[in-house]
T-cell receptor
Framework: NAGVMQNPRHLVRRRGQEARLRCSPM?????VYWYRQLPEEGLKFMVY????????ESGMPKERFSAEFPKEGPSILRIQQVVRGDSAAYFC????????????FGPGTRLTVT | QQQVKQSPQSLIVQKGGISIINCAYE??????FPWYQQFPGKGPALLIA?????SEKKEGRFTISFNKSAKQFSLHIMDSQPGDSATYFC??????????????FGKGTLLTVNP
């Protein structure tokens, strides 16, 4: 049973480019969470999605960031027109339906904006 | 507003010693308190978790102590080993209400266990 998969593991983008981060949840999991980890900081919640629905995006910056979790395929976190301050590790976590369960984290995508 | 405060920021312990990491929370609606362990280049992994209906939970060398009135909880690692060297995060979540299970994390503690 494969764990949560994220790709790419490392992503380098120049300022102004777009970054697309992918997350494949564990089999049978329909809840996906995205968290961002800045250097020497804890993880901060960004967005919570269920299949085809955004449940809570209160942690997402208002501009340039978007997320989706389509009926088929991985969840995508998209950052448009990246800036240096977007450099961070982005983790997704998944959990089974009905909530209240452990969240299993992927290995993260480390985004570097040059 | 930092809802979960964690201390210390870093901790050095000798092999065989006890590591203690503390967290305090503000939101009394939180009712699930996990601890995560993260090794460099990896994602966080759940270590142990507690709900406020108990004051202590032990799993192997790891123990959570919970003080509901003080809104504090701590992780104790007994007989610390060099393999325990990692960053530890406390977190909190509100499970009652049943619609959103996002975690609120502390800033982390870098634990180094010297051989």
């Amino acid at each position: 049973n494969a764990g949560v998969m994220q790709n790419p593991r490392h992503l380098v983008r120049r300022r102004g480019q777009e970054a697309r981060l992918r997350c494949s949840p564990m089999k049978g999991h329909s809840h996906v969470y995205w968290y961002r980890q800045l250097p020497e900081e804890g993880l901060k919640f960004m967005v919570y999605l269920q299949k085809e629905n955004i449940i809570d995006e209160s942690g997402m910056p208002k501009e340039r960031f978007s997320a989706e979790f389509p009926k088929e395929g991985p969840s995508i976190l998209r950052i448009q027109q990246v800036v240096r301050g977007d450099s961070a590790a982005y983790f997704c976590a998944s959990s089974p339906p009905r909530g209240g369960h452990e969240q299993y984290f992927g290995p993260g995508t480390r985004l570097t904006v040059t | 507003q930092q809802q979960v405060k964690q201390s210390p920021q870093s901790l050095i312990v000798q092999k065989g010693g006890i590591s203690i990491i503390n967290c305090a929370y503000e939101n009394t609606a939180f009712d699930y308190f996990p601890w995560y362990q993260q090794f460099p280049g990896k994602g966080p992994a759940l270590l142990i978790a507690i709900r406020p209906d108990v004051s202590e939970k032990k799993e192997g060398r790891f123990t959570i102590s919970f003080n509901k009135s003080a809104k504090q909880f701590s992780l104790h690692i007994m007989d610390s080993q060099p393999g325990d060297s990692a960053t530890y995060f406390c977190a909190a979540r509100r499970d009652s209400g049943g619609s959103n299970y996002k975690l609120t994390f502390g800033k982390g503690t870098l634990l180094t266990v010297n051989p």
